[in-house]
C-alpha cells in the first residue's frame, strides 16, 4: 500500500486501474495498493462474520435515526477522524472487555467493595456482579457504579464464609455486546 501525497494526476482517484491497482480515499488521502485477490470458497466463519457485520449496519443505521446517539457516536467519531456509522458499526462488533476484578477490599462484610476495570471501544453501559457461595446459592447480586476508571461494587449483605464462593462480573455496552468473567475465592 502506497500514499500518493500532493500528486495532480492521482489526487481525489478512486477506482480500479486494470488488474493491478486499486487507488481509494483514506482520511481525504489518496492511497494506493495491489488488487485483492479474491478466494473462491467462503467458509462458514467468513458467512458468520458477513452475517454479524450485515447485523452491525442494521445497528448502526438505526443509530443514525436516534439523535441523541447519534450526537454520542459523532463525538467519538469526530475524535477519531473517522465517519460517525463507522464508529457504531465497530461498537457493535466489539463486547466490552473486563480487565480486572479487584477483591482486595472484599472480605464478606456489608459494603465492601469490589473494583472492576471494563473497558469498551466506546462506552461501557453497566457492569453487574454476583455472589454464590460455593454450594451455588445466590448471596447477592446488583448493579456497580462507574467511578473514574474502576466500577465500583458495594455489598449489600453479609458472607461469613468466603472460600469458594464465586464472583460473576458481566459487562455490557451500548449495543448490548456482553462480557462476563468470573472469580473463585
Known sequence: MAKSVNNIITHGLTGKIGDLLVFRQVDGKTVVSKVPRKTTTVTEKQKQQRAKFQEAVIY????MQDPLQKEEYAKEAKEKGIQTNAVAIADFLKAPRIEEINLSEYTG??????KIKAFDDFKVKA?????????GTLVEEGNAVESGLYWIYTAKQNNADLSGDKITVRATDIPDNLTEKEETL
Request: charged share 35%; glycine share 0%.
Open 60 to 63: 448502526s443505521k438505526a443509530v
Open 109 to 114: 462484610k456489608k459494603n465492601d467493595i469490589i
Open 127 to 135: 457492569v453487574t456482579v454476583k455472589i454464590e457461595n460455593a454450594d
